[in-house]
């Protein structure tokens, strides 16, 4: 009966911690969401612009394409803050 005891004191420390992470996570969200998609437009306009000096403009557009697909969307990167 003594760990039945045990396992409920450590299952209520469990349970207690999991409403403070929430409300951390909910906190940390609302302050990086709305920074998400300035830094995506940011990002992409400084990889148009570095793409700007090359000469043949198929060859400028793969390479664009290329550089920004690790970089994904604003709704990617929304999701993944």
């Known amino acids: 009966m003594r760990q039945v ?14 409403t403070k992470l929430g409300w951390s996570i909910a906190i940390l969200a609302l302050m990086f969401c709305p920074f998400v998609p300035v830094l995506v437009q940011l990002t992409g306009a400084w990889l148009t612009d570095e793409m700007d000096g090359e000469e043949e403009i198929g060859s400028s557009l793969e390479g664009l394409r290329a550089r920004l697909e690790p970089v994904g969307s604003v709704h990617i990167a929304v999701l993944l803050c």
Do not use: Y
Not at 5 to 18: K, M, Q
């Open 5 to 18: 005891c045990e396992l409920r004191l450590i299952l209520n420390s469990v349970l207690g911690s999991l």
